[in-house]
């Protein structure tokens, strides 16, 4: 997929258009409104939260990345260099059942490898898995700003582990919203 | 912003035959193409960590700092800082954070909802996650929701005294006394909105194709071409399905079950459903045919309060395989209730059926409170 972020039209009174202009000026801003960029990936390799630290959530099954972002060595999301804009990131962090009363789970989005936004924080269980995140919108240059997701394990009570079940695996979802 | 004369929320014109005049695709196209591409939208924190007093309705959280406001309907040095004004109609997807400072082991419920009023009247509070906490962790519930603003204050013009609809992030805990929100900078309580469908128009539409325009010896017709590529595409990103509904009855409980057992959660009261999807009789949301494609989902469980400690989930079920979880969170036994949230992007296929799931783990039923609802938005084909 290689249509640029829509131009808004200009339409001139007495110009004389080729068809390809009006595609150019309809086609394409509708086509990239209808199919913006989307990424979206779950993890279902055995991963360990570190007690105490936020941990980068290494997603390895990668369900749609149309514009090939996803680079699996930094475990982070690229937009396409013609998609500056505002998107959508949804982040699920998901843990298994914790070994004490006093843990939480805590959802980050990472801008370019620092921490942006907490997504929400969650009291985890002893006795079933505990699953977090929420969403929140930021702002990326095209082919520049990478994001990636990371998952605090706030406890004093040893490492935990992330859950690969299918239905509660740590998700990551990013939507174009607007320019 | 976009630069003036402000699009207005798209609502093309049936193409006759004739000529295309150069007014009419401004209108249309233009138009369209400007407020998609810059569709009202708001991100704005609280970076003072105020205190906020103890139960009531919550407190109203101040948004000091903005992101970004396309539309300029915030004000931090306004009189109401804390208000995001309607700046064109329709329905928004937003969702607000609010952590607090508190890490002791004493029980405390917090809870972050979202409000919307009219200026000149009280605001309507719709909670989001209830999150009773003991875990000295530095609670933080979140709120996600499809809300409806009607009343719009028109761009280039002055705010007018009342008469306005907002949206409010609120904030409340029961903790006795007053207790502060967090101050760290990767925490702030945040607000955050964008404009997602509009009031009323066309149901029925599917996906757009976006032909490219005809090349001759082909004829541009107004059947064969402006209307199913310029006018349905533009009715169908301004109305595409969008659905939210709730429980309101008070009547049901949600049994206690070993996770992830869950239960399919019935919603009695539709907000909205542009395409008139909800299946009632088996309270699930299906996919309309030819509007398959990315969809933002809000799934929301609010059971009532515990007198033992437990587990509750919220999810979603497509086509009834296995659960999609989103939130697992525990509390201790309360006296305010307990909810949660997630926010997910699926990808459904027309036919697709959603149904909101829910489990809890308390021992015995628990009453499902009208905080419990499900919304299903397309963002993408």
Not at chain 1, 32 to 37: D, I, R
Not at chain 1, 90 to 119: E, K
């Amino acid at each position: 997929m290689t249509a640029p972020q829509p131009q808004i039209p200009l339409f001139i009174a007495g110009a004389q258009p080729a068809p390809s202009d009006f595609n150019s000026w309809i086609q394409a801003p509708f086509a990239w409104l209808t199919s913006k960029v989307v990424f979206r990936a779950e993890l279902s390799a055995a991963t360990t939260w570190i007690q105490g630290a936020n941990t980068l959530i290494p997603y390895n099954s990668i369900l749609e990345d149309p514009f090939s972002g996803w680079n699996p060595g930094t475990f982070s999301w690229t937009p396409p260099a013609q998609g500056t804009g505002t998107y959508e990131v949804s982040i699920t962090a998901s843990a298994a059942a914790a070994s004490d009363a006093t843990t939480a789970l805590r959802a980050v989005l990472y801008l370019n490898g620092s921490a942006l936004y907490t997504m929400s924080t969650t009291q985890a269980s002893q006795s079933q898995s505990c699953l977090t995140g929420g969403s929140a919108p930021l702002q990326l240059y095209g082919g520049q700003d990478s994001v990636s997701a990371y998952a605090f394990w706030n406890t004093t009570g040893g490492n935990g582990s992330a859950v690969t079940t299918a239905g509660q695996r740590s998700t990551l979802e990013i939507t174009w919203l607007s320019l | 912003m976009p630069l003036p004369p402000w699009p207005t929320v798209p609502n093309p014109s049936t193409w006759a035959a004739g000529p295309i005049l150069v007014p009419s695709l401004r209108a249309d196209v233009t138009n369209a193409v400007s407020f998609f591409a810059n569709r009202p939208s708001f991100l704005g924190w609280c970076t003072s960590g105020p205190a906020v007093p103890t139960g009531g309705s919550g407190s109203l959280v101040t948004l000091d700092t903005e992101a970004y406001d396309t539309w300029q309907g915030h004000d931090p040095l306004g009189a109401q800082p804390g208000w995001w004004y309607c700046r064109a109609p329709g329905w928004y997807l937003a969702e607000g954070y609010v952590p607090w400072s508190y890490n002791t082991a004493t029980t405390v419920s917090f809870t972050t909802s979202l409000a919307t009023g009219t200026s000149g009247g009280s605001p309507a509070i719709t909670t989001g996650e209830i999150h009773p906490t003991n875990d000295t962790r530095t609670p933080g519930p979140m709120a996600a929701d499809l809300v409806k603003l009607t009343n719009a204050w028109a761009p280039g013009t002055t705010l007018p005294a009342s008469g306005v609809d907002y949206i409010a992030l609120y904030a409340r805990q029961n903790s006795g006394g007053n207790l502060n929100l967090v101050t760290v900078a990767t925490q702030y309580p945040r607000l955050s909105l964008r404009w997602a469908c509009a009031l009323s128009g066309t149901a029925g539409l599917a996906v757009p194709s976006n032909p490219a325009w005809p090349v001759s010896p082909a004829y541009i017709t107004s059947a064969g071409y402006l209307n199913p590529a310029i006018r349905d595409t533009i009715r169908y990103l301004a109305y595409p399905p969008v659905f939210r509904a709730f429980y309101n009855a008070g009547t049901a409980n949600l049994g206690s079950q070993t996770f992830p057992a869950g239960t399919k959660l019935a919603l009695d009261t539709v907000s909205v459903d542009t395409y008139s999807a909800w299946s009632a009789a088996n309270n699930y949301w299906v996919v309309p045919a030819g509007c398959g494609g990315v969809y933002c989902c809000i799934a929301q469980v609010h059971v009532a309060s515990q007198s033992s400690a437990g587990s509750l989930a919220a999810g979603f079920s497509v086509n009834g395989g296995t659960t999609i979880w989103g939130k697992s969170a525990r509390s201790p036994s309360n006296s305010s209730g307990f909810a949660v949230s997630t926010v997910k992007r699926l990808r459904l296929n027309a036919g697709d059926t959603v149904a909101l799931m829910g489990s809890q783990s308390n021992g015995s039923a628990l009453g499902i409170n009208n905080g419990t609802r499900l919304v299903c938005a397309w963002e993408s084909s």
